[in-house]
């Protein structure tokens, strides 16, 4: 695209920004894409950076195709009138009102004593848990939980705090039957992204909380060490609460599946479908990562990331796109992940025109100043004009990528990809500035 009109627009927005905030050592890419005349523009565009959690749309794109929006995860259970058995197969979407319900369907089968061992059963998964480049100290933070094939509650716990009194206290601890203690050490904050340090000790059981905490979001998410245990322990605490009678110190093992207990018990997760907004809208690294390892269940016959790695790649490759540069997991949370804003551009631009699920890939997406991640942006667009976009955010990156949409149609496709960036409210700064420049010239000039 050429001529003196947007492209300068923005080659003069990003320096402005850059001396402005302190911003010079920052890189920023960008490519977009005007659908009703065809034009492109691009800075930088086919340089790589890492893209954080925009990395979530190659994975959902591809889930989505490849899966269908109807796949289900299932779960199994099993006794003999003493022993469980429970079979995971990768649901995400275990939570305490599922495993009341389970609870409440075996007592009406006649398990009403458990006297041990509960097995778990997590062959399913044949990775470690943790993604490959994922920070060593990110390891006990809700957004960085363990993946595992039995997951309960996003395997995080959630300790709320009151924010009315002096000094932060812990109000509930989410799950119920989670058994975990906590020590808080954290101080209230007025600052925008306070920072808040988790730790583990007594054989993981005791949480210590340190740093600061907003009275506006006033909980702490905590990652578990292990999800099948903790499924393990809030399953337990809901038999027990429907008037199972469980062992005070039950034993709690790995081991195969019985597929020939005389009880059996099967769930099936929510559809597909309904994850999409928690990856996309609201980010959840968790759901992303079982999305991919999903996925790799066609060459392994189980959840795998390096199968779901190759089935991703695949999946873009057939369909003559140019896949992500370096794609090592499924949320983003690897530093280790390269993308260029054209690819990203690309894959915006080959959803928008043939994926069979558009409306629903594009209904997951986070909507400038209205929900998930974007929720909190102030809406500086010209009028009728709507941003639905994925974000992405690690430490020194900020990146957005999505559409403009007028008239409930996307007429722009762009990615805006920034790294090392000093202070990362900078990184949202050129975002809003960016997005506010782009609207104001569909509606007020010929495009572009």
Known sequence: MSGTGLDDQLRSLFHRWADQEGEEGARVGCALLHFPSGDRWSLDGNKRFVPASNNKMWTTVAALGELGPHFRWVTRFASDGRQLWIRGGGDPTFDQSTVTAIARSLWKQGVHQVAGPVVLDDSWSEDPPWGRGWMWDDRTQGFAAPVHALNMERNRITFQLDPVEQKPVVRRILPRHSQARVDVRLRWTGTADP???????????????????????????????????????????????????????????????????????????????????????????????????????????????????????????????????????????????????????????????????????????????????????????????????????????????????????????????????????????????FLQLVSSRLRNKPFP
């Open 195 to 433: 920072e808040i340090r988790i730790f583990r000790t007594d054989f993981n059981r005791r949480y210590v909380l340190e740093g600061e905490v907003s009275r506006d979001e006033p909980e702490v998410q905590a990652a578990v060490e292990s999800g099948p245990e903790f499924f393990a322990e809030v399953f337990i605490g809901a038999l027990r609460e429907q008037g199972v009678r469980v062992a005070e110190d039950v034993p709690v093992i790995r081991g195969p599946f019985a597929e020939r207990a005389p009880i059996q018990l099967q769930t099936e997760s929510a559809p597909l479908s309904s994850l999409l907004p928690s990856v996309n809208r609201d980010s959840d690294n968790l759901v992303a990562e079982i999305l991919l390892r999903t996925l790799g269940i066609r060459d392994r016959g189980r959840l795998s990331q390096e199968g779901g790695e190759r089935r991703v790649r695949k999946y873009f490759h057939d369909r003559h796109m140019q896949p992500p540069t370096v794609y090592v997991d499924g949320s983003g949370l690897s530093m280790y992940n390269l993308s260029t804003p054209e690819a990203l551009l690309e894959l915006l631009i080959w959803t928008r025109r043939s994926a069979p699920q558009f409306g629903l890939w594009l209904d997951s997406l986070a909507r400038y100043g209205r929900t998930g991640t974007l929720k909190d942006r102030q809406p500086l667009l010209s009028e009728g004009v709507e941003v639905a976009a994925k974000t992405g955010s690690l430490t020194g990156v900020k990146c957005l990528s999505g559409y403009l949409i007028a008239q409930e149609e996307p007429v722009v496709a762009f990615s805006l990809l920034i790294n090392g960036l000093l202070k990362e409210q900078n990184g949202e700064k050129l975002q809003d500035r």
